[in-house]
């Protein structure tokens, strides 16, 4: 018996439409529709009308934003709003990525009226939350993951369309990954977080940090990993293929 499982590719700043609808053909001889199992791609915005048009027909494949701006509309210059990346095609956005928080400075509070405004705006919100190698080396991971759920989530409707990323920030894009065990422990303090804030266990829980075709199998083994975040491994057509082909057993009680 198989899990279900959801893959989620992240292509940062690459592939415009061109290359996006490239990658995208070779893809699609490659991949093999299974039951159980949702692939999701976040492309940047110029190619998202891309993919998205790409995409139809193909119901286990979908499209979301990078990243919104919390306002429907306005003069934001250069900010994409719900609206815009719905309208564009997108089903799903992702929000409070590592490299939006530490490299952009959005804060807390900025993460938490994207949130509202994903849901809000009828979107499937991707939550991503994560801690850095110093406060890791500080066993404070639990403590900052807690309080960017709780900042995030307080008030957020336990039917909300809501999948929760956990991203260690020393992970992404170094080589370096937790191992399967780590990851299962910090998911599994997740899911009690969200539990606590009113929301469902059957949250799914994904787990994003160097994540490629050799260790994906491992973690996705794990009882409380529900799918991955890729971000560089993504970015081939046949190493994405591969990682989304990985399917895992439950593990017996």
Known sequence: MSKPLLFAANWKMHLHPGEAGTFLDRFLTLDVPRSG????FFPPAVSLQTVAARLEGHDHLLVGAQDVHWESAGAF??????????????????????????????????TAQKVAAVLGGGLQAMLCVGETLDQREAGTTVAVVERQLAAALTGVAPQADLVVAYEPVWAIGTGRNATPEDANAVHRSIRELLVGLGLPRSTRIL?????????????????????????????????????????AGVPGD
């Not at 199992?37 to 999701?40: A, D, L, N, Q």
């Not at 940090?209 to 991955?228: F, M, R, T």
Request: glycine residues 12%; negative net charge; contains cysteine.
């Open 207 to 247: 787990y994003g940090g160097s994540v490629k075709p050799e260790n994906v199998a491992a973690l996705v083994e794990q009882p409380e990993v529900d799918g991955v975040l890729v971000g560089g491994a993504s970015l081939d057509p046949a190493s994405w293929a591969t990682i989304c082909a990985t399917m």
């Open 37 to 40: 199992r949702t692939v999701v």
């Open 77 to 110: 210059t250069g900010a994409t709003s719900v609206p815009l990346a719905r309208g564009a095609g997108a089903s799903a956005a992702l929000v409070g990525h590592s490299e939006r928080r530490h490299l952009f400075g959005e804060t807390d509070q900025e």
